[in-house]
């Protein structure tokens, strides 16, 4: 069998699969970017811990303290918890979209 011939034969089949094929990886491509954007990212100050992290978001997550600080090590590849002033570490925070809390009234 030649290629012609199994085109001529199969045409159908073979761009189903190959659409199928490419919306799969666009769809992968949004869900992850998607998921990516569902958490927090906290710039580090200088004597930050991923403990006091866990305190001053207390209530946000459904997670005890220990798995919190356990998801971040893991999620941003820290090395004994240990971290850099200036840098920016994902948190298991979801984001809070719409909520412009930076607007201040003329009363306040």
């Not at 069998?1 to 490419?22: E, G, N, P, Q």
């Not at 491509?29 to 305190?55: C, F, H, K, P, R």
């Amino acid at each position: 069998m030649t290629l012609k011939s199994i085109w001529d034969r199969y045409y159908i089949a073979i761009i189903f699969f190959v659409t199928c094929f490419v919306l799969g990886i666009v769809l992968l491509m949004v869900t992850v970017n998607q998921a990516e954007s569902d958490y927090n990212e906290v710039s580090v100050a200088s004597g930050d811990s991923i403990w006091a992290l866990a305190d001053e978001y207390a209530g946000e997550y459904k997670m005890s303290k220990q798995e919190f600080v356990a998801w971040v090590e893991k999620e941003n590849q820290l090395i004994d918890g240990k971290l850099t002033a200036g840098s920016t570490i994902t948190i298991p925070v979801k984001q809070v979209t719409g909520d412009d809390s930076s607007i201040q009234l003329a009363d306040e």
